[in-house]
């Protein structure tokens, strides 16, 4: 009997800052998600939806499985709490075992101590049900000890490489988004498929890509594999969930998805990455300056991650790239614009004043995502 046989406590590590945006995406799958402390929520499932989770969500960073969680102030407590957990139907004989820890407000702060103290009782478990010495030939378990206010939690990892590595983008432009990242800024818009999306910014292509997906009905894990489907103890359930989201993606979807950058190999890159992701006929990529972007189309949704000046351009040169974008989107005045960006002078050199602003982080880095909502269809007169 193994856990991955029953009812599981799965958590869900999301961005801070777009937790809701997670949990909406959790809800649509069918999950009745709770909490959201710290950019971790959970939701109870089993093995598949474990991988379920894994496959479709396109905002979330990585699936643990919560194994179980407890007081620990000193190194006693910890070994306790750790050893505690029947790891026999956690782990096989063979597993290879790596523990990692992470510590904010608590006693126990020193990772690598928390890291061998952990891996001492569970070996030490391991060693007394197997009544044999562990070789760690097999597949590869993660576990996290993570200790927040003197409470540990002890989770597995399920994703291996995090959920924004989708498997399209193998080649890095300047400053790309993550894939998460800008999954959730489409997700945070108005947009739906049936209006047209312009990044006027695209650089390698993330958000047009990630939207085309969107569009697609493409679960984003699709083309990948995650860690969990090389452990031995567990059932394998791949083939029913990929089923599953082969029988969803809609090919034949009509999409007005465009992306523009001022530098050719940004656009080769971008171009290569839709085709990887399989949606290079669903967007038009093409090298121009965002001064010169327009549309015929009305109501379509701007979304886009503008350089920032930390590392593309200097301050000045970025004041006046804020400027005529602000100008650019003059001309699309039904149109809606979002924009991500770090510097906190974005509203005033693009001349107006956000109607909505966010906080998000771009890896580290704490970006505003501003929101200017165009003009509202008119109504149709009523016949009456
Ligand atoms: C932060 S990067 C965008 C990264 C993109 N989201 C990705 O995932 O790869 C900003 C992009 O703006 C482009 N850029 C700078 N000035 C521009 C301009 N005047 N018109 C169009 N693109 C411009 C740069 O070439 C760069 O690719």
């Not at 945006?21 to 474990?50: C, H, M, Q, W």
């Not at 171009?271 to 967007?283: L, P, Q, T």
């Not at 770090?342 to 693009?350: D, G, I, L, P, V």
Request: proline share 3%.
């Amino acid at each position: 009997m193994s856990i991955f046989d029953g009812q599981l406590k799965i958590e869900v590590a999301t961005a801070s800052g777009i937790e809701a945006v997670t949990k909406r995406e959790l809800l649509r799958l069918g999950y009745e998600p709770s909490g959201a402390n710290f950019g971790r929520i959970t939701f109870d499932g089993t093995f598949k939806d474990v991988l379920r989770a894994n496959v479709f969500l396109r905002t979330a960073n990585r699936i643990r499985i919560v194994l179980g969680s407890f007081k620990a102030e000193t190194f006693d407590e910890l070994f306790d709490g750790v050893s505690a957990i029947d790891w026999k139907e956690v782990l096989p004989r063979d597993a290879k075992i790596v523990v990692d820890a992470k510590s904010k407000n608590s006693k126990l702060f020193a990772l690598s101590a928390t890291q061998s103290v952990a891996k001492k009782a569970i070996v030490n478990c391991l060693t007394n049900a197997y009544h044999t010495a562990l070789d760690e030939s097999g597949a590869e378990y993660d576990v996290e000890i993570s200790l927040v206010n003197d409470e540990a939690t002890v989770t597995l990892d399920t994703s291996g490489d995090g959920l924004h590595k989708r498997g399209y983008r193998t080649y890095l432009g300047d400053a790309p988004i993550r894939e998460t990242l800008a999954a959730a800024m489409i997700e945070l818009s108005v947009w739906n498929p049936d209006r047209p999306l312009i990044d006027p910014f695209c650089g390698s292509g993330t958000i047009p890509i990630e939207a085309a997906l969107v569009g697609l009905k493409i679960a984003p894990g699709m083309s990948r594999n995650f860690a969990c489907e090389k452990f031995s103890n567990a059932p394998d359930v791949r083939e029913v969930v990929q089923d599953e989201a082969e029988s969803l993606i809609d090919r034949d979807r009509m999409l007005k998805i465009s992306g523009f950058d001022i530098n050719p190999e940004a656009i080769k890159l971008a171009v290569k990455h839709a085709k990887r992701a399989g949606v290079e006929s669903k967007i038009h990529f093409q090298t121009m300056d965002m001064r010169d972007v327009s549309s015929k189309l009305s109501h379509g949704v701007i979304i886009t991650n503008p350089p920032y000046g930390e590392r593309l351009m200097s301050e000045a040169e970025l004041k006046v790239l804020y400027a005529d974008f602000g100008k650019m989107t003059k001309g699309l005045d039904e149109w809606c614009v979002y924009a991500i960006s770090s510097y906190k002078a974005f509203e005033k050199y693009y001349g107006k004043r956000a109607d909505k602003t966010r906080k998000l982080y771009n890896s580290e880095l704490e970006c505003n995502f501003y929101t200017y909502l165009g003009k509202a269809p008119e109504k149709k007169e009523s016949k009456l």
